[in-house]
């Protein structure tokens, strides 16, 4: 079951924790963005193990592929659709990767 999540609390989260919280939010958020697009092999698991093995290069793919299926969950829900995956590539060369996540848990929130 997908769930809102608040991007407020969610932050605060991440920072309080040293950023732990904030691989639960990455895992959590990739899965429910697979079920939302309908692509049951877009998993958290699997795209955070690839970020590590890659040193963080990954996360560029992930970013980009995260902002296609947030477009797609949108399209296939009728709504206006908001591809930002040229964005959250850019948020994440610059090491703005929270604002990512934040941008897609909005997406995802307005999704659910």
Sequence with gaps: ??????????????????????????????NDVGKLSGDYTFT?????????ITCGIWSLVWAYQIGKHVAEAQ???????????ALYVILTIFSFGIVT????????????
């Excluded at 296939?76 to 591809?83: A, F, H, I, N, Y």
């Design 44 to 52: 958290g698991g699997k795209h955070f193990l690839l970020t590590l």
């Design 1 to 30: 079951m997908i769930s809102q999540r608040s991007v407020a609390f969610s932050i605060i989260l991440s920072l309080i924790t040293c950023g732990i919280y904030g691989i639960f939010w990455f895992i959590a958020l990739t």
């Design 101 to 112: 996540y934040a941008l897609v848990q909005s997406d995802v929130n307005k999704l659910v």
């Design 75 to 85: 399209r296939q829900r009728g709504q206006l659709v908001s591809d930002n995956s």
